[in-house]
């Protein structure tokens, strides 16, 4: 009887493969699942469902955001900032525990060092992120009530991380900030700029 083995964890690089070709070799009696590795498949069907334009640094590299130098992935932030030039920005947390997250945060708020838009920040997964104590829930929020069904189901789209994710926490924690709000549903957001 073949084991069954599921490889978990990140989708950037090429260790799958190797897993696969070296038991291969070796004739194990085993049988790999995993997650779906085609990040941009299901990122390009999150933001079909959302109605928003997907915009990929480093398409072409097989690679985590921890593997490119700051400063490369700041001078490539500059330039998408240069030519979006948002009114608002939505980045990762720096409190947020996915240390990749984090690094996001840092190159987002390094990039609009130069243009004067509103930055708002928020934890992408609070039953991730309980242990940290440095945390807060945020000190503004977003009614979506309206839009909790598109935001679930955007979520749901995501194959690539799904296997980490309980969907039906999404909506538990949208509506424990929807009473900190006042509304049904809600997201919350650290305010990291903010301009009148």
Request: aromatic letters at 6%; charged letters at 25%; one cysteine or more.
């Amino acid at each position: 009887m073949p084991w069954q083995v599921y490889l978990s964890g990140e989708i950037h690089t090429d260790w799958r493969e190797r897993i696969l070709d070296g038991a291969g070799a070796a004739g194990l009696d085993v049988v790999f699942t995993g997650p779906v590795t085609d990040h941009g498949a299901s990122d390009d069907c999150g933001a079909a469902i959302l109605g928003a334009k997907l915009v990929i640094l480093n398409p072409e590299r097989k690679c985590r955001v921890e593997d490119i130098p700051m400063h490369q992935i700041v001078a490539q932030m500059d330039t998408l900032i240069n030519d979006v030039r948002p009114d608002l920005v939505i980045t990762h947390s720096a409190h947020d525990m996915h240390w990749d997250h984090s690094l996001v945060n840092r190159a987002t708020v390094s990039a609009l060092r130069r243009w004067p838009c509103n930055l708002l920040a928020y934890v992408s997964s609070y039953e991730m992120n309980a242990q940290n104590s440095t945390r807060t829930v945020g000190q503004c929020f977003a009614d979506i009530t309206e839009t909790i069904e598109r935001k679930v189901e955007a979520i749901a789209a995501h194959e690539t991380q799904l296997r980490k994710m309980d969907l039906d926490s999404t909506r538990d924690v949208a509506r424990a900030m929807g009473r900190l709000a006042g509304v049904q549903y809600a997201e919350a957001y650290e305010v990291l700029r903010l301009r009148f």
